[in-house]
C-alpha cells in the first residue's frame, strides 16, 4: 500500500536495505527559505557535506503528489525555482498527494515521510516551537507533536529566536521529548549560541550520542530528540543586534496582523532586512554545520545496528 505513494531514490534504498548511513534533509528551505538560486546551491552543498562526512542525503519533498526521498539535482533545481510548491505539514500531505500537487516538507512533515522511509537522522536549520503570545493564539507549531511521537532525531540550532523558547522548552519536557545539547550546556538560538536556557543533557561526541539514542528507540520510548547543534562561534550574531532586530519584526508582524503559517516567513525576511542580509549567511553556515553533525551521528547509529 505504501509503495504507491512513497519513492525512494534508488541510492538511498540501497544503503537503508544495507544498513549504511542516510540523512534525511527538508526543502521548505529551498521553496520558502531562500531566494533562486542561491537556495538550490545551497541545498547541493548540505548533500555534499552529508556525502563528504560518510552518508547518504536524502532530500524529502513532495512532487506531483508523490512522497519522494531523496531529489535529484534536477529536482532540487525545479523544486527551487517553481512558483507555489505549497509548504507542507503534517495536515498537508494527504491533500497535497490526493491531488497530485508540489509539496516542500517542514521539519514535522520531514520527520513523517523519513521515518515511513526508515531514516532516523534529520539535519536542518532551526526547529518551529510555541509562538510568543501563544497564551493568546495557542500558535504552537506542529513540528513539537512530531517530535513527541516521531522516531527521528532532528539536528538543528536550537529553535528560532523569533520563538518564546522558554515555553518551547516546557511544551517538549512535557511531551517527554530530550533536548540535546552537542558541546553546549546552553539551548543555542539559531543565528546565537546563546539563548539564557540550558539543555536537558550534553553530549560532546557522535558516538556518545548515537548509544543514548539507540537505548532510548530499544526500549520503545517512543518519539523524536532535539540535538541542539549551535551556530559556529565566527558566523554567530551579535546577540543584541539580532534581538533587537527580532522585536522589531514581531512588532511588525502584529501591526499588520499577520497569522499561523505566514508569521515565520514574513519574520525571516524582515530580520534579513533590518541585519542587512547577515541573518541569510548564518542560517546558511549553520545549516552546513548541522549537516555535518547528522552525517557523523547517521555514521555512529549505523555502525551501532550492526
Known amino acids: 500500500m505504501l509503495k504507491r505513494y512513497l519513492d525512494i531514490n534508488p541510492e ?54 508523490k512522497l519522494k526521498v531523496g531529489l535529484t539535482q534536477e529536482e532540487i533545481d525545479y523544486l527551487g525555482k517553481t512558483p507555489g510548491v505549497v509548504k507542507t505539514s503534517r495536515r498537508d500531505i494527504p491533500f497535497i498527494v490526493s491531488k497530485g500537487l508540489d509539496g516542500a516538507t517542514t521539519v514535522a512533515s520531514t520527520m513523517i515521510i523519513a521515518a ?19 497564551q493568546q493564539t495557542f500558535d504552537i507549531s506542529a513540528d513539537l507533536e512530531e517530535l513527541s511521537q516521531t522516531d527521528v532525531a532532528v539536528v538543528c540550532a536550537g529553535a528560532k529566536s ?52 539507540k537505548a532510548k528507540w530499544d526500549l520503545g520510548l517512543q518519539g523524536g530528540a532535539v540535538v541542539a547543534n549551535p551556530i559556529p562561534e565566527q558566523y554567530a550574531m551579535d546577540y ?51 549537516a555535518k553533525v547528522g552525517a557523523q551521528l547517521a555514521v555512529e547509529l549505523a555502525k551501532l545496528g550492526k
Not at 515511513?116 to 501563544?134: E, Q, S, Y
Not at 518551547?168 to 543565528?191: C, D, M, Q, R, S
Open 162 to 213: 523569533i520563538l518564546d523558547i522558554g515555553l518551547t522548552l516546557e511544551y517538549l519536557e512535557t511531551n517527554g521529548v530530550p533536548v540535546i545539547g552537542f558541546g553546549t550546556n546552553e539551548l543555542p538560538a539559531f543565528y546565537t549560541t546563546k539563548s539564557g536556557f540550558g539543555v536537558d543533557y550534553r553530549v560532546d561526541t557522535a558516538e556518545e550520542l548515537a548509544k543514548a539514542l
Open 116 to 134: 515511513l522511509a526508515g531514516i532516523k537522522v534529520f539535519a536542518t536549520g532551526g526547529i518551529g516551537g510555541v509562538h510568543r503570545g501563544a
Open 240 to 290: 543584541d543586534t539580532i534581538t533587537n532586530a527580532i522585536e522589531s519584526a514581531l512588532k511588525e508582524l502584529d501591526e499588520k496582523g499577520i497569522k499561523g503559517k505566514e508569521s515565520t516567513p514574513f519574520l525571516l525576511a524582515k530580520v534579513k532586512e533590518l541585519t542587512g542580509g547577515s541573518s541569510l549567511e548564518s542560517n546558511i553556515q549553520l545549516v552546513y554545520n548541522n
Open 12 to 65: 538511498v534504498a540501497k544503503a537503508l536495505e544495507e544498513g549504511r548511513p542516510v540523512v534525511a534533509l527538508e526543502s521548505t528551505i529551498i521553496s520558502h527559505g531562500m531566494p533562486y538560486p542561491k537556495n538550490v546551491e545551497t541545498a547541493l552543498n548540505v548533500e555534499k557535506i552529508i556525502r563528504d562526512n560518510g552518508a547518504i542525503p536524502a532530500t524529502i519533498a513532495i512532487l506531483k503528489g
